[in-house]
């Protein structure tokens, strides 16, 4: 039988190091039949010539804004919180981010089966570039779509193959990312002024951000099923999160990390928990990245001396997750299904969604989507100000619109916070971090500045070095 005929897009846009990331975790795939398209969304989102923006528009100063955007990456740097608010009081919409040039070397490769596709940057974001894609058709040849937002890792070097393999075992035509799983009642985005905004920081922007949203729902409302769908979504749920991210800590090396350094509790009974502190006042200085570091340049000669594989071996009944804060068992969260070394489940509940919009289609689905869209015109949201808040949660009732299951899996993992600290990490630092856990024994990088630089190469992936350009190399990498 001829094996399933796949497509990988990546969305590409800001922060080098993300999409960096992205493509070595793809590069490093046991199944590289794949064609990768590379989305670039060009511009910085303000789209000031745009006629559907001209309420937007009055909202701000073009020449004040587009500045302030510039520099949206060095206030990101120190503050989220701060860029979000200088920007709404700004009137402008926090989530803009100016395009990186960067990329333009960064992509690339030298690798058959990689296409080039440009888009204008706006307020649709990654979901817009989605729409845009789908829009195009430029799909149609292939039988899985897989979408990627840059910074997203894929958790297995078997993780595609094992998708594919359970796309066709278990006619799955839609497949979402569990790494952020969560649930908001629809109240949250279907009422005006629920946005989640407080009272006393309310800003005329704020107002206007509710009111776009209405309008995105009133024109996606036009599709009757689509409509349904969204009907189906409770108004009362309780707000959940839950963290589908691989619990290392079950394996004893990750265990001992945590017991040494400070960003995990004390536990254990009160001798084990003396031993603890006694460790840590005795390796004052270790950090979580530098000893995984050196675990991961370690890794990739003893893998290719001794043939060791150091990929992570899954106990869906020993491995925990965060939910609302607290780390439970995932058997008691989910019915986990293991296939390889990732764990897929099935949600019936209408109203889950990923946080971020990477997953995996069926070309069949996107038939039917595509069509949907032509016939109700559902195309036009991608000229409303603020498009992306509302299209990030509407790729959760896609299945239900389409008479789909909804399934999700962790083989996805966009980098975003630690989930027992709840700090950011989607540094250069943070992201190799977790890209050396993935690939261990295969690859081993390290942040340089803003890129990332592969400091070991297994000799099962050495053609790469023909494949990335200079910059995924440093001089001192023999």
Not at 231 to 252: F, G, I, M, N
Not at 329 to 336: A, D, F, G, L, Y
Not at 419 to 429: F, L, Q, V
Request: proline share 5%; net charge neutral.
């Amino acid at each position: 039988m001829t094996p399933p005929r796949i497509a990988v897009a990546i969305c590409l846009h800001h922060k080098p190091w993300l999409a960096m990331a992205s493509l070595l975790s793809l590069l490093t795939q046991e199944r590289q039949d794949f064609d990768l398209f590379l989305l670039f969304n060009e511009g910085d989102g303000s789209c000031p010539n745009k006629e559907s923006y001209s309420e937007y528009n009055a909202l701000l100063n073009a020449e004040s804004a587009s500045n302030l955007i510039a520099q949206s990456p060095l206030i990101e740097k120190s503050s989220y919180a701060e860029y979000d608010r200088v920007a709404r009081r700004a009137g402008i919409n926090p989530k803009l981010s100016p395009f990186d040039e960067r990329l333009n070397e960064i992509c690339r490769l030298n690798r058959t089966g990689v296409f080039l596709q440009h888009y204008e940057n706006d307020q649709a974001l990654d979901s817009g570039v989605w729409l845009k894609f789908i829009r195009s058709r430029a799909w149609e040849n292939y039988d899985y779509v897989f979408t990627f937002q840059e910074g997203t890792l894929l958790t297995s070097p078997a993780s595609l193959s094992t998708a594919i393999d359970m796309a066709v075992k278990h006619n799955i035509h839609f497949l979402a990312s569990a790494h952020m799983k969560g649930r908001l009642p629809k109240r949250y985005y279907s009422a005006p002024g629920s946005l989640g905004y407080l009272p006393q920081n309310v800003t005329p922007l704020d107002h206007f951000h509710d009111k776009m949203a209405q309008r995105m729902l009133n024109v996606l409302g036009r599709d009757p099923d689509l409509q349904a769908a969204f009907d189906l979504w409770s108004e009362d749920v309780v707000p959940s999160r839950q963290y589908h991210v691989r619990d290392y800590e079950t394996q004893a090396w990750y265990c001992l990390l945590a017991t040494l350094l400070n960003d995990r509790p004390l536990t254990g009974s009160r001798n084990i928990r003396r031993l603890k502190k006694a460790l840590r006042f005795l390796f004052p200085q270790g950090r979580r990245f530098s000893l995984e570091a050196l675990t991961a340049r370690l890794a990739v000669p003893l893998h290719d001396a001794f043939g060791l594989n150091f990929g992570l071996k899954r106990s869906p009944e020993k491995e925990k997750i965060f939910v609302d804060g607290t780390r439970l068992e995932v058997s008691r969260i989910v019915e986990p299904i293991q296939a390889g070394d990732v764990l897929f489940h099935c949600s019936a509940q209408p109203g889950w969604h990923a946080a971020g919009c990477n997953h995996m289609f069926s070309c069949h689905l996107l038939e039917r989507f595509c069509r949907r869209f032509e016939q109700y015109k559902l195309f036009e949201v991608l000229d409303i100000p603020f498009a992306g808040s509302t299209l990030e949660v509407f790729w959760a009732y896609v299945p239900f619109w389409l008479g789909e299951e909804m399934w999700f899996w962790d083989g996805f993992h966009r980098v975003t916070k630690d989930t027992w600290t709840m700090k950011r990490e989607d540094s250069p630092e943070g992201v190799a971090l977790h890209l050396n856990r993935y690939a261990l024994g295969y690859m081993a990088v390290e942040p340089k500045g803003e890129l990332l630089v592969i400091k070991a190469l297994s000799k099962d992936l050495k053609y790469l070095e023909n494949v990335l350009p200079s910059a995924y190399f440093s001089k001192d990498n023999a």
